[in-house]
């Protein structure tokens, strides 16, 4: 068991960096730097990831990193993987992209480079809308949130990435969330150890654009997962394992109610109780779903 | 010297096998797709030690292809028509980072509607990424000139991208006999690759985050003093080749017949030999006409261009593309090029030979005696920019 006493004391996001306050991406990023450290080669597609590392020609990540088109990051980190032991050194591609770049634009090329099964890392770093923009709806942003492009509360569920990812038979698919920060690094370094490529999705509630005060990230997202809404699961060999805390969480009585992690959303502030039921609805049926895979 | 029937897409991929290239990546479109399927074949079996990534579109080739480049891999991609659009993003990417990589372009229409045939409308509408864009008239300069394109954009004063465009099915699937280099002499000719920086180094290097205006604006003009440099850099390249192979093509342009013209025909391309065709007929008949190649269009030879315009009456572009709502391409350039000599020249432009409209010895024969006629009797053109038509 990795104990946080035992990280390394290097820091890979210096202290200057342009995110927001209560960034989770640039909290993600700092885990990321503990748990895989000066190898990373970081492929970051335009998202808040390309905008946090400041102006050239200085940068508030302290690792190797090539911004990308938004959707060109998988396969970018494709041609990084398939050449790395030609050139010899240490080099550990990691894509660190957004739920748009993931889902959406960058889909085709997330599917390619997984199912060519390259030997590298992806990381989808999900705050459930296109943030950089200013708050779109994407495939990620869950039932009823409001966005700019949303108003009234997106009427789709959020689709399941990371099942469909396990549908590509990598060899390992994991979500995380920020607020579970040993797990997610645990997670990583299970995947550095592991060839072909690897995915891993993580839940990153944004309080800029979920609107909620900015001390709160870590709260938030650990009530995602107290209420059920982010189930943390990791997958070998095509089957699912329920990953601490939510395996209690399969017993629904365990759970917060959903209420709680909804009613701190400022997205959410407009759902009326039907709609709350509705996305109940949903993530009983998601739970279900990935049941079906363990 | 080793000679060898060749297509236009095997001369490719026969340039790529000598090339000591790490990785090819490509997907496959029409006319394109005998390149990938011989290149694949080569790698599986064993004949070059490259390895072949199978993407799933063209955007992901050149991203793939540029991931292996940014760690200092010489790494090759071709395409065609819509491919190469869903690739343009990239190709900016690319050419702003400075990386060297070489593409085949094979051209060919753009829909709607779905047309295999060729013309030059994919390849110009690259022009404005920051590659070398070069054209190739022949196999055998299909071949030469891949093998060039790797040494010229590996080369320091220029670290750009660079594409190579040859004619669909008219190059791309006509077998001519091609001289194939021995692998020793263009292992000599190739140094090792070079490019100026590699993201899988020592260096902690973040590449295309947030710059102040002032930089972005510099390094923008960057890339045109590397254009410029890359003029010289070209004809050194062409020299050095020929001292190696025989084979010169003179840098960006080749001049036919022109010393001694009165009349200049320009063209890019395959069809550029039936122009030469033309004009030894003509000149049988007494006309005094040359033919002006355009080689390289990008960077584009303006400093040649002008010094063979000062001394003509007249020049007739042909362009086997348009950009809708003004000229052809290379009409509009060497118009402009023409505006710097204070005695300049008839230049009339004609559209031809778009979405795989045939355009012979006939057609250029009339169109040429025509412009000529013109000129002579009344010192300029009634039509500046002219459509041939089919039928
Ligand atoms: C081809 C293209 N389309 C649109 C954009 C504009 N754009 C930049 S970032 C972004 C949204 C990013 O969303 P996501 O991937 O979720 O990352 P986040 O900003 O939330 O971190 C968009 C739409 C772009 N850069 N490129
Ligand atoms: S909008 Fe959200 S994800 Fe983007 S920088 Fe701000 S807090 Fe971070
Ligand atoms: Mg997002």
């Not at chain 1, 634009?105 to 296109?130: H, K, M, Q, T, W």
């Not at chain 1, 569920?157 to 549908?167: A, Q, S, T, W, Y």
């Not at chain 2, 190739?190 to 102040?212: A, F, V, W």
Request: one cysteine or more.
């Amino acid at each position: 068991m990795l104990r946080i006493q035992d990280l390394p004391k290097d820091k890979y996001l210096l202290p200057g960096h342009t995110a927001c306050p209560g960034c989770p991406e640039a909290l993600g990023l700092r885990y990321l730097g503990m748990a895989l450290g000066k190898d990373i080669v970081l492929v970051v597609p335009a998202s808040c990831s390309s905008i946090l590392q400041g102006t050239m020609p200085g940068s508030s990540l302290a690792m190797r990193v090539v911004n990308v088109p938004f959707a060109s990051a998988a396969a970018v980190a494709s041609g990084i993987a398939n050449i790395k032991e030609l050139v010899g050194g240490n080099v550990v591609p990691v894509v660190w992209a957004g739920d748009g770049a993931t889902a959406d634009i960058g889909f085709a090329g997330l599917s390619g480079s997984a199912e060519r099964n390259d030997d590298l890392i992806y990381v989808c770093v999900d705050n459930e809308a296109y943030m950089n923009t200013g708050i779109q709806r994407s495939s990620l942003t869950p039932y009823g949130a409001w966005t700019t492009t949303t108003i009234k509360g997106k009427s789709e569920d959020k689709k399941e990435l990371p099942l469909i990812m396990l549908l590509h038979k990598i060899p390992y698919v994991a979500t995380a969330s920020i607020a579970f920060p040993i797990d997610f690094i645990s997670k990583l370094r299970k995947a550095l150890n592991i060839r072909g490529f690897k995915y891993i999705h993580l839940h990153a509630p944004c309080p800029t654009g979920w609107r909620f005060d900015p001390s709160k990230t870590v709260e938030v997202a650990r009530l995602a997962v107290e209420s059920g809404a982010w189930i943390l699961f990791e997958a070998e060999g095509g089957r699912v394992r329920l990953t601490p805390p939510s395996n209690t969480y399969l017993d629904k009585s365990r759970r917060k109610p959903l209420k709680e992690y909804l009613s701190i959303q400022g997205r959410f502030r407009s759902l009326r109780d039907e709609d709350v039921k509705v996305f109940e609805k949903l993530v009983d049926s998601t739970w279900e779903l990935i049941i079906k895979f363990t | 010297m080793v000679i060898k029937v060749l297509t236009g897409n095997y001369a490719v991929a026969e340039a790529v096998r000598l090339s000591n290239v790490d990785l090819i990546t490509a997907y496959p479109i029409t006319p394109q797709t005998t390149i990938v399927e011989r290149l694949s074949e080569y790698v599986d079996l064993g004949v070059i030690k490259s390895r072949f990534v199978r993407v799933e579109s063209e955007f992901s080739a050149l991203a793939v292809a540029y991931g292996a480049a940014l760690c200092n891999a010489r790494v090759f991609t071709a395409t065609s028509s819509h491919g190469l659009l869903y690739m343009h993003e990239m190709l900016w990417w690319v050419a702003g980072s400075r990386i060297p990589i070489v593409m085949a372009v094979v051209t060919r229409s753009i829909g709607p509607p779905w047309n295999i045939w060729n013309e030059h409308s994919d390849f110009m509408d690259q022009r404005d990424c920051g590659w070398l864009m070069a054209f190739a008239e022949n196999n055998q300069e299909v071949l030469d000139t891949t093998i060039q394109l790797f040494r010229i954009t590996e080369d320091e004063r220029v670290y750009l991208p660079g594409m190579l465009g040859l004619d669909g099915f008219l190059l791309s699937h006509t077998s001519e006999p091609v001289d194939v280099p021995e692998e020793h002499i263009v292992k000599s000719f190739l140094k090792p690759r070079s490019q100026p920086y590699s993201m899988c180094g020592t260096e902690l290097i973040t590449l295309g985050n947030l710059p102040k205006a002032e930089d972005h604006m510099m390094m923008r003009y960057d890339i045109q003093v590397s254009m410029e440099n890359a003029k010289k850099v070209i004809k050194e390249v062409d020299l050095e080749y020929s001292k190696l192979t025989g084979r010169s093509y003179g840098g960006l342009v080749e001049c036919y017949r022109c010393s001694d013209s009165s009349y200049l025909v320009v063209g890019m391309g395959g069809w550029v030999g039936t122009m030469k065709d033309v004009c030894d007929e003509l000149r049988d008949l007494g006309y005094k006409v040359g033919v002006l190649k355009i080689r390289f269009f990008r960077p584009f030879p303006e400093e040649d261009i002008i010094e063979v315009l000062r001394s003509v009456k007249g020049v007739l572009v042909f362009d086997r593309s348009i950009s809708y709502g003004s000229l052809g391409h290379i009409h509009a350039e060497v118009l402009a090029r023409s505006y710097r000599l204070g005695n300049r020249p008839v230049v009339k432009g004609i559209i031809a030979g778009l979405a795989g409209v045939d355009v012979g010895v006939k057609e250029f024969m009339n169109s040429i005696v025509g412009f000529v006629n013109e000129v002579e009797e009344r010192g300029y053109v009634e039509k500046y920019s002219e459509w041939l038509l089919p039928g």
